[in-house]
Every structure is written in C-alpha cells, then in structure tokens.
C-alpha cells in the first residue's frame, strides 16, 4: 500500500529552524511531482512548496519565499522541507503530498491523489 509518512514537526520559538521529512513507502514516488501543504486552526488547507520529480523545479507560497526550501532525495524516497526563520503564523499542520496523475508540481491540492497523515508544527512567540 503506497504510503507517505511526515515527521520533523514539533515546537521551536520564533526565528528558529526545523526540518520536516516525508518518506513514501509501498511504491516508488521518484517519478512524481511532491508538495507540501499546510492547515492552521480554522483555516483550509494551503499550498506551501511543491517540486518536480527530478528536483529541478521547485515554487513556493509567496508567504514562505526566501525562509523555506524544499528537496527530494530519490534514492531515498523522501521529500524535504527545510523551514528557517519559523513565525508563529507557520504554525499549522504540515502535510506531503504526490502527484501521480501530473506532470508538474503544481499549487492545487486536487492534483496531488498521494496524502500523508501531517505533522504538527508550533511556532512560538
């Protein structure tokens, strides 16, 4: 069963640094477009960054522009968002998502059918 898996979450003062990972299991994800989105409290589901199945091509919410970055490592089947400079507005649930049915990586939720299970991030002030 194709599985993705968050972890990296966790709580960290604002200004500070923290990595998030999302390993994909049951099948290879190399070949698809990954993204990583975000639900705080009482809000939808928004696009944070999204990058190209060879990681050539990567986009980003104009809110996370210059502190956040997102990787992928094939081989190993993870995806990474690097997240510095943390404000108490990133605080929200993180989630990885694939995109099989898409050829670029995209900003829209409905073309990403892969879903991990989010990981929480609190950013304090």
């Known amino acids: 069963q194709a599985q993705l898996v968050e972890s990296g979450g966790g709580l960290v003062q604002a200004g500070g640094s923290l990595r998030l990972s999302c390993a994909a299991s049951?099948?290879?994800?190399?070949?698809?477009?990954m993204g990583w989105f975000r639900q705080a409290p009482g809000k939808e589901r928004a696009f944070v960054a999204s990058?190209?199945?060879?990681?050539?091509?990567?986009y980003y919410a104009d809110s996370v522009k210059g502190r956040f970055t997102i990787s992928r490592d094939n081989a190993k089947n993870t995806v990474y968002l690097q997240m510095n400079s943390l404000k108490p507005e990133d605080t929200a649930v993180y989630y990885c998502?694939?995109?099989?049915?898409?050829?670029?990586?995209?900003?829209?939720?409905?073309?990403?059918?892969?879903w991990g299970q989010g990981t929480q991030v609190t950013v304090s002030s």
């Open positions: 998502a694939a995109g099989s049915r898409v050829l670029s990586p995209t900003p829209r939720m409905n073309d990403y059918n892969y």
């Open positions: 049951g099948r290879t994800f190399s070949t698809y477009p």
């Open positions: 990058i190209s199945w060879r990681g050539g091509s990567t």
